[in-house]
C-alpha cells in the first residue's frame, strides 16, 4: 500500500510540475505536505530535508557566489571576452564557452549565465551577430561546466547528500573530472561546430519581454592620471566593451578610431544601455564628465537613488538644457545620461559632435518629448519630482556599483571556504556559513544581496530529499529497480544505466535536475542490488544524466537565455537533441570504465541486499 502511495505522490509531482499552474516551491511544499498527510513519512522526516547539511551548504555557496558577482570578479573577465568578438563568430563562441564552462564549474551555473548575459549581448552587437547564434551556447557551456567538479551545479551536491542512504561514500570533489572534464570538451566542441548550422538567425522585433534596453549617451573624461593615457582607443571600446562615438581634445572634434592614442583631459562621448553607463561611473581611469554628476561626498549612499525618468508632454524642460535650467541646483538631481528616440538618435549623435566644436556639452542639448534621463540624488527629491509635470518618474533603477578593490579578497574567501569544507576541516555547511559571513563583515558584498538568493532552489531540494526518503522507506525504489532491472536478462548491467540515465533526463525535462537525480537515485540502487553489481556506477551515471537536460529550456540557465535570445522551444530540441545523444552515448561507454560495475574486492551480498535493510544502520 505505502508503494502505491508513494508513486501516486510522485505522479502528482510530475504533473504539477509539467502544468506550471503553481509556482515550483508551492509545487515542491505540496509534495512534502503529502507525505506528512498520508503518513508516509512522520514530520520530522519529512521536514529533515530543509535542515539537511548539504541544502545548507548550497544556500551559502548561492550566497558566496553574489560575493563574487558584487566584486566584479566575474565582470572583470567577461569585458576582456569581447576581444575575441573580432576574430568572427566561432572563435568568439568558443572562447566564451571555455571561461563560461571553468567559471561554472565551482559557481552556481545560473549565476555564471546571468554575469555573462550582458557580455555575451555586447559582444554579439558588436560582431553585428545575432543573438540567438550566441546565447544558447553561453546557457549550454554553464551547464557542461557544472558537470567536472563537485560545486559546480546543486545537482551533484544534492545527489552526493544522499550517496550514504544507500551505503555509499558521498561524491569527492574531484571525481566527477575524469568523465565530466571530456563530457564539457565534447559538448563544446559540439555546439561550436553545429550551432552555426542549427541555432536559428532570428532578431527581435521589439515586442514586450523581448530583450530591449534603452540607448543613452553621455560625456566622460580621462583624468591627467588615468591608466588608459598613452594607450589605445581599442583598450575601451573593445577591452572594455564601451561604445565610443567621438572624441574631443582641446576643442577638435576627433573620429573613434580604435589605434587613436588617448591624452589626459580627453573627453570621450559614450553610448550605451544603462548598465554600461553606470559601469562607466565606476571605472577607475574614466569619469563621468564633472557637469553631469554629483561628487559622491554629497550624499549618503542609503538616501541616494538612481531612477530613469522620462521629459512628459507640456513638460517646461521641452525645448531647454539641462545647464540652461540650472537642473542640479533647482532639482537635486543629476543627470547622468540621456535616451533619445531611436527615429531621432542618430540626429542627437550629430547635434552632439557638431556642439562639441564649439566647446558645449551633453547638458547644453536642448530637451524634447520623450527624451528618458537616468537620474541619480536624494530620494525625497526624486519624490518631489514624481508629480509629472516636469519629469515623469519610469522606476528606481537596483544598481551597487562592482567593489573591483576586494575582488582578490572574495575569491580567497570562496576557495577558502571549499578548501575547508573539502578537506572535512569543518562540515561544508559550516564552512560555507563562515565564508558568507566573512565577505559580509569585510564589505565584499552586501547583506541585503547575499540574502538575496534564489529560496525556489532550497525550498525544492529540501522536499525532493524527503521524496527521496519515501522511496526508500516504501520499498518503492526497489520495487522500480527489480522492473528495471529485469532489462538485464537482454542488454546486461549496462543497458540498465542507460535505461535510468535517460529516465532521469526524460524527468528532469518537469521536474528539475535535483528532483529528477532524487527520484531515480533509489530506483537506480535498487536496480543494481537485483544485478548483483557494485551500485556506484549507477548512482554516478543518474547524477550525471541529470545535469543533461539539453533538449527544453525549462532548465534555469536555459531560461535566462530564452527571451533575450527571442528562441522558440523547438530551438532547444534542434541542438539539444544531438548533444543530448552524443553525451548520453558517451556517459554510457565511460562510465563503466570508471567506476566499473564489478568492483574488486567488494562484498557480491552487500550489492544484492536491499536498500531498505541498510537503512536500518547506515555507515
Not at 508551492?26 to 541544502?55: I, K, M, R
Not at 588615468?226 to 589605445?232: A, F
Not at 559580509?440 to 525550498?459: M, P, Q, Y
Not at 533575450?564 to 532547444?572: I, L, N
Request: glycine share 10%; hydrophobic share 50%; proline share 6%.
Amino acid at each position: 500500500m505505502a508503494i502505491a502511495i508513494v508513486l501516486g505522490i510522485v505522479l502528482v509531482a510530475l504533473v504539477l510540475f509539467s502544468i506550471d499552474v503553481f509556482p515550483i516551491e508551492v509545487s515542491s511544499l505540496v509534495v512534502v505536505c503529502l507525505l506528512a498527510v498520508t503518513g508516509v513519512l512522520t514530520p520530522e522526516q519529512a521536514f529533515e530535508g530543509f535542515s539537511n547539511d548539504t541544502v545548507i551548504f548550497i544556500f551559502t555557496l548561492l550566497a558566496m557566489t553574489e560575493g563574487l558577482a558584487s566584486t566584479g570578479v566575474v565582470q572583470l573577465v567577461g569585458q576582456r571576452l569581447a576581444f575575441f568578438a573580432r576574430f568572427g563568430h566561432q572563435t568568439f563562441v568558443l572562447a566564451m564557452m571555455v571561461v563560461v564552462a571553468v567559471f561554472s564549474s565551482i559557481v552556481s551555473n545560473t549565476v555564471t549565465t546571468a554575469a555573462f548575459l550582458p557580455v555575451a549581448i555586447g559582444a554579439a552587437n558588436r560582431a553585428k551577430v545575432p543573438k540567438s547564434k550566441v546565447l544558447l551556447p553561453l546557457a549550454y557551456a554553464s551547464m557542461l561546466g557544472g558537470m567536472v567538479f563537485l560545486y559546480g551545479t546543486s545537482t551533484n551536491l544534492v545527489a552526493s547528500a544522499a550517496f550514504p542512504r544507500f551505503g555509499l561514500k558521498p561524491i569527492g570533489v574531484t571525481e566527477l573530472s575524469p568523465v565530466g572534464l571530456p563530457v564539457a570538451v565534447i559538448g563544446i566542441l559540439v555546439v561550436v561546430f553545429l550551432g552555426p548550422l542549427l541555432l536559428p538567425s532570428r532578431v527581435g522585433k521589439g515586442a514586450v519581454g523581448d530583450w530591449v534596453l534603452r540607448d543613452y549617451l553621455t560625456e566622460a573624461i580621462l583624468p591627467p592620471d588615468s591608466r588608459y593615457v598613452g594607450k589605445e582607443l581599442a583598450e575601451i571600446t573593445e577591452g572594455l566593451g564601451l561604445r565610443v562615438i567621438g572624441l574631443v581634445r582641446e576643442g577638435q572634434s576627433m573620429p573613434a578610431v580604435p589605434s587613436y592614442r588617448l591624452v589626459g583631459d580627453e573627453r570621450i562621448i559614450v553610448e550605451g544601455n544603462r548598465e554600461d553607463i553606470l559601469r562607466v561611473k565606476d571605472l577607475r581611469g574614466i569619469e563621468i564628465r564633472p557637469d553631469m554628476r554629483l561628487s559622491d561626498t554629497d550624499l549618503r549612499p542609503q538616501d541616494t537613488v538612481l531612477v530613469e525618468a522620462t521629459v512628459p508632454t507640456g513638460s517646461p524642460l521641452i525645448g531647454r538644457s539641462l545647464k540652461e535650467t540650472l537642473f542640479l541646483e533647482r532639482y537635486g538631481l543629476v543627470a547622468l545620461a540621456l535616451h533619445r528616440k531611436p527615429a531621432i538618435q542618430r540626429l542627437t549623435k550629430l547635434q552632439m559632435l557638431g556642439r562639441l566644436f564649439g566647446g558645449q556639452s551633453l547638458s547644453s542639448l536642448p530637451l524634447s518629448v520623450g527624451d528618458v534621463l537616468l537620474l541619480r540624488g536624494p530620494r525625497d527629491r526624486v519624490q518631489e519630482l514624481s508629480d509629472g509635470v516636469n519629469l515623469l518618474i519610469l522606476g528606481d533603477v537596483e544598481y551597487q556599483p562592482p567593489r573591483y578593490g576586494k575582488w582578490l579578497l572574495a575569491v580567497v574567501l570562496f576557495l577558502g571556504a571549499l578548501a575547508l569544507g573539502t578537506f572535512k576541516v569543518v562540515p561544508l555547511s559550516v564552512a560555507g556559513l563562515a565564508g558568507m559571513l566573512a565577505m559580509i563583515a569585510t564589505g565584499c558584498v552586501d547583506s541585503r544581496r547575499a540574502f538575496r538568493v534564489d529560496w525556489r532552489v532550497v525550498l525544492l531540494i529540501g522536499s525532493m530529499l524527503a521524496l527521496g526518503v519515501a522511496m526508500e522507506e516504501s520499498g518503492a525504489g526497489d520495487f522500480l529497480g527489480n522492473l528495471a532491472a529485469g532489462l538485464g536478462e537482454y542488454g546486461g548491467p549496462r543497458m540498465v544505466l542507460l535505461l535510468m540515465m535517460a529516465l532521469t533526463i526524460v524527468l528532469s525535462a518537469p521536474m528539475s535536475n535535483q528532483a529528477a537525480a532524487l527520484v531515480i537515485l533509489p530506483v537506480a540502487v535498487g536496480a543494481a542490488a537485483k544485478l548483483g553489481v557494485d551500485p556506484r556506477p549507477f548512482a554516478i551515471g543518474v547524477t550525471l544524466a541529470a545535469s543533461c537536460s539539453f533538449i527544453t529550456p525549462l532548465e534555469p540557465s536555459c531560461v535566462l537565455v530564452y527571451g533575450p535570445g527571442h528562441y522558440r522551444f523547438t530551438d532547444f530540441f534542434r541542438l539539444g537533441t544531438p548533444l543530448t545523444a552524443l553525451l548520453l552515448a558517451f556517459l554510457v561507454a565511460v562510465v563503466p570504465l570508471v567506476w566499473p560495475f564489478h568492483k574488486a574486492g567488494a562484498e557480491p551480498s552487500r550489492a544484492r541486499e536491499p536498500v531498505s535493510e541498510r537503512m536500518v544502520a547506515p555507515p
